[in-house]
């Protein structure tokens, strides 16, 4: 409980730095741009496979999840001005800010990534996200039952769970050796 109150604190200092500040920036509209241009609807409005939390899980690695949390909250409303897709709804947003806020969490000063860490944090999105809040707001929103959206869900994920761990564990090595070439944020 201790490490996450530190990890709490030393990501809100985070935000006063304004270099933190402009890589969030830089991780949101990196977000939008993977959501947007680099995601394949399956079917249309239900079912998307994106890579668009590989940005969100580099920017909790660099920034950690104050900062994360709160640029979830800011991507989800700007894609929604820049591309709306839907009556605006603000489980989206819950969902956006969990998910930059959890990836913070477990990857922020982290001294080495591990492939454990990594299934475990696309694991705890999965199931949250996926698996609960996903399927809730749809049933919501659109009309159908929570189980129609839960079961599609379901069998999206056990496809691409290992295909989105993997990218996830190379994309944040490759964001750890980067902070240890420049000397950012090494743990103490």
């Not at 982290?110 to 707001?137: D, E, S, Y």
Request: hydrophobic fraction near 50%.
């Amino acid at each position: 409980m201790k490490q996450l109150y530190l990890t709490w604190k030393e990501s809100i200092k985070e935000s006063r730095r304004v270099q933190a500040l402009v890589g969030v920036a830089l991780f949101t509209a990196f977000d939008i741009i993977l959501s947007t241009y680099a995601s394949i609807r399956l079917i249309p409005n239900v079912l998307t496979i994106s890579f668009a939390s590989v940005a969100v899980a580099a920017s909790g690695f660099f920034f950690g999840p104050w900062l994360n949390g709160i640029a979830g909250i800011i991507t989800d409303n700007l894609s929604y001005v820049l591309y709306p897709n839907g009556p605006w709804f603000p489980g989206w947003m819950i969902n956006a800010m969990f998910t930059g806020f959890f990836y913070g969490l477990l990857f922020y000063k982290q001294p080495k990534i591990t492939l454990k860490r990594c299934i475990f944090a696309r694991l705890g999105i999965v199931l949250v996200v996926n698996f609960v809040l996903n399927p809730l707001w749809m049933s919501l929103t659109m009309g159908n039952t929570f189980l129609y959206y839960l079961s599609i869900r379901i069998v999206k994920n056990l496809i691409a769970f290992p295909i989105d761990v993997a990218v996830l564990y190379y994309v944040l090595k490759a964001c750890e050796r980067m902070r240890n070439r420049q000397g950012i944020h090494r743990s103490k």
